[in-house]
């Protein structure tokens, strides 16, 4: 069951207003209501550099995973017997890993690791674990599903294609009911390339968000 949170306070500037780096806004606050404005708005949250102001981004061209050009390698398949995938059972221990791996521009401070659980809590934010034969922790991810949308936002691993395991299960997951979805990535690195993920532009991408967000959300565990 999800729970749909106090409308927030701010109002956000449109997406097309970003400068050239992405940047639409600075400020406003990490409740609920103010994320979920902000994803259905085809915004995201990151701090700006290493400083504690808080920027709402909107990149232009944006990155995606269209669901059917998933790349899954002849090793990937093998990895896939490897592991067992729940999804919920493990969120925070799922961003408290995300939060730990060394990246040039760590943005999971403390603010938005319990923002995010927060938002977990009211059933709008979702993790997928992958676990070893050994029954530990091995890769995940998390992000946010309105609708039709799920917003990506971090994944790990420890063992091997863990994470891409998991991410094959949010695939998975995210095609059942034949509905058309959107799998966003914010940005199309090198690494999420290799996974299938395309630049659109940014005006695409809000007009796929108009849509995807009236679509069905599907089911996940709590």
């Given at each position: 069951?999800?729970l749909?949170?106090?409308?927030?306070?701010?109002?956000?500037?449109?997406?097309?207003?970003?400068d050239?780096?992405?940047?639409?806004?600075?400020?406003?606050?990490?409740?609920?209501?103010?994320?979920?404005?902000a994803?259905?708005?085809?915004?995201?949250?990151?701090?700006?550099?290493?400083?504690?102001?808080?920027?709402?981004?909107?990149p232009?061209?944006?990155?995606?995973?269209?669901?059917?050009?998933?790349?899954?390698?002849?090793?990937?398949?093998?990895s896939?017997?490897?592991?067992?995938?729940?999804?919920?059972?493990?969120?925070?221990?799922?961003?408290?890993?995300?939060?730990?791996?060394?990246?040039?521009?760590?943005?999971?401070?403390?603010?938005?690791?319990?923002?995010?659980?927060?938002?977990?809590?009211l059933?709008?934010?979702?993790?997928?674990?992958?676990?070893?034969?050994a029954?530990?922790?091995?890769?995940?991810?998390?992000?946010?599903?309105?609708?039709?949308?799920?917003?990506?936002?971090?994944?790990?691993?420890?063992?091997?294609?863990?994470?891409?395991?998991?991410?094959?299960?949010?695939?998975?997951?995210?095609?059942?009911g034949?509905?058309?979805?959107?799998?966003?990535?914010?940005?199309?690195?090198?690494?999420?390339?290799?996974?299938?993920a395309?630049?659109?532009s940014?005006?695409?991408?809000?007009?796929?968000?108009?849509?995807?967000?009236?679509?069905?959300?599907?089911?996940?565990?709590?």
């Amino acid at each position: 069951m999800r729970l749909e949170p106090e409308p927030s306070r701010w109002a956000f500037p449109p997406a097309e207003s970003a400068d050239e780096h992405g940047l639409v806004a600075v400020g406003a606050d990490l409740a609920p209501g103010t994320l979920l404005a902000a994803y259905r708005a085809g915004l995201f949250p990151m701090p700006l550099g290493r400083t504690d102001k808080l920027g709402w981004w909107s990149p232009d061209p944006r990155g995606v995973i269209p669901l059917g050009d998933l790349r899954v390698t002849r090793s990937l398949r093998r990895s896939l017997r490897r592991y067992r995938i729940t999804a919920n059972v493990a969120f925070g221990e799922v961003i408290d890993a995300c939060r730990a791996v060394e990246r040039p521009h760590g943005w999971i401070s403390p603010d938005i690791r319990d923002a995010y659980v927060r938002l977990h809590r009211l059933g709008w934010a979702h993790s997928v674990e992958a676990w070893s034969p050994a029954g530990e922790l091995a890769g995940g991810l998390y992000g946010v599903s309105i609708g039709g949308l799920f917003a990506g936002e971090s994944m790990f691993h420890v063992d091997r294609d863990a994470s891409k395991v998991a991410l094959v299960a949010l695939v998975g997951r995210l095609n059942h009911g034949g509905i058309e979805r959107l799998l966003d990535v914010q940005w199309a690195t090198e690494h999420m390339q290799s996974l299938g993920a395309v630049e659109i532009s940014r005006s695409g991408y809000l007009a796929r968000l108009k849509v995807a967000v009236q679509q069905p959300t599907p089911p996940w565990p709590r």
